[in-house]
């Protein structure tokens, strides 16, 4: 990792980087995990959870037994002491399910992934400076899922990360009397071209049990970095970059007519990206969804995490989803309260609408 940045420096600096080029000291920002609102109310629980309305991030073959064709949409709220996150609404969340003829089905998803809000001190010889860094992450999901038989389903897709930031820097000389002023004002401008990495997931489903699982590869692009100058001068340059694999798990039980709970493991490699880097590590996440009639939803959760993005994270979350017209749209709502670390904690609240149609007549 030492010679790669150092040869990242040295790339950057014959290509009229003046001062040399310092990434976002946060990387690609404060890290989310993605998912609908209703494992979102459920601490995360997907896998292995049956979802006839929206595309599972964990594993899109989830949603393997939808008759209906249903786009979903929804967004969070936040309040936190990250100050990425803090007061802003994040990317809405897109998903769209599309089941085909001979037992197929299409599958689509858009979700936030990352957000960078943060400004850094620059330092060079002979001077310093700020920079205000803003920007984010998204990933999104294209696949097919095939029914080979009544209880078990595979998916097959790609799954993408892209991404841009924007850095607004003003420098200054500090050393009196030098030659050549280093004092400029300048804007960098980052963009992650889509890396795309294929996506395979399973899902074995009864009337008491289901369990699922999904595997993402280790996924590449470009990172273009460019620089444009108060005097119209411009310097750019481009590296690559990569996005580790994942790896999810769960099962969900229907212990009662009208109680579901389900259990989910998720795990990740170490993520470095822009030279700063996110250790390796996994979260555990359990459930329940309790059904007491008239339309209505009630759902609660619990995720622990180890490593990652906030290691030590405990969230609790909880919600409430509405069926209209008999399932034909419903509207979630839920809300979660996390804290890691010192004093750091995070409260959301996610809401998410859907519509469907019975284009097939099944």
């Known amino acids: 990792m030492i010679i790669l940045n150092f040869l990242l420096a040295s790339l950057i600096s014959v290509t009229g980087f003046s001062p040399e080029f310092q990434p976002p000291s946060c990387g690609i920002g404060a890290e989310t995990a993605g998912g609908g609102v209703r494992a979102f109310s459920m601490g995360g629980v997907s896998a292995g959870l049956a979802d006839s309305n929206m595309v599972s991030g964990s594993n899109p073959a989830a949603s393997a037994w939808a008759v209906n064709t249903g786009l979903a949409w929804g967004t969070k709220v936040r309040e936190t002491n990250d100050l990425s996150w803090s007061g802003a609404s994040s990317f809405p969340e897109v998903s769209m399910v599309f089941p085909l003829p001979l037992d197929l089905q299409f599958s689509a998803l858009m979700s936030s992934r990352s957000r960078i809000n943060i400004e850094d001190t620059i330092t060079f010889i002979g001077g310093s400076g700020t920079e205000k860094w803003t920007g984010s992450s998204g990933e999104s999901y294209l696949g097919f899922t095939s029914r080979v038989s009544e209880h078990l389903a595979f998916s097959l897709g790609g799954k993408c990360f892209f991404g841009s930031a924007m850095g607004d820097a003003v420098t200054a000389p500090t050393i009196p009397g ?58 750019e340059t481009t590296v690559r970059y990569s996005v580790p694999g994942e790896f999810s798990a769960g099962v969900s039980s229907q212990v009662h007519p009208r109680i579901l709970v389900g259990l989910d493991f998720f795990a990740r490699k170490a993520l470095t ?28 959760g619990f995720r622990a995490m180890d490593g990652l993005w906030r290691d030590g994270a405990s969230r609790y979350s909880g919600g409430i989803g509405y069926l209209i017209s008999g399932g034909r749209a419903s509207f979630d709502i839920g809300a979660s309260y996390e804290t890691w670390g010192v004093d750091e904690s995070e409260t959301v609240v996610f809401a998410s609408i859907r519509t469907s149609e019975n284009w097939l007549g099944r």
Not at 208 to 220: E, H, K, L, P, Q
Not at 273 to 300: C, K, M, V, W
Request: aromatic share 12%.
């Open 178 to 235: 030098q030659e050549i002023s280093l004092g400029r004002s300048f804007r960098d401008d980052l963009s992650f071209s889509p890396s795309w990495g294929p996506v395979f997931g399973a899902f074995m489903n009864t009337r008491y049990f289901s369990a699922g699982m999904s595997i993402v590869t280790d996924r590449s692009g470009d990172l273009d970095i460019s620089r444009e100058y108060l005097d119209d001068t411009s310097a």
């Open 273 to 300: 990206i822009l030279e700063q880097t996110t250790d390796e590590g996994s979260y555990l996440a359990s459930g329940i969804e309790i059904n007491p009639g008239y339309g209505f939803r009630l759902r609660g």
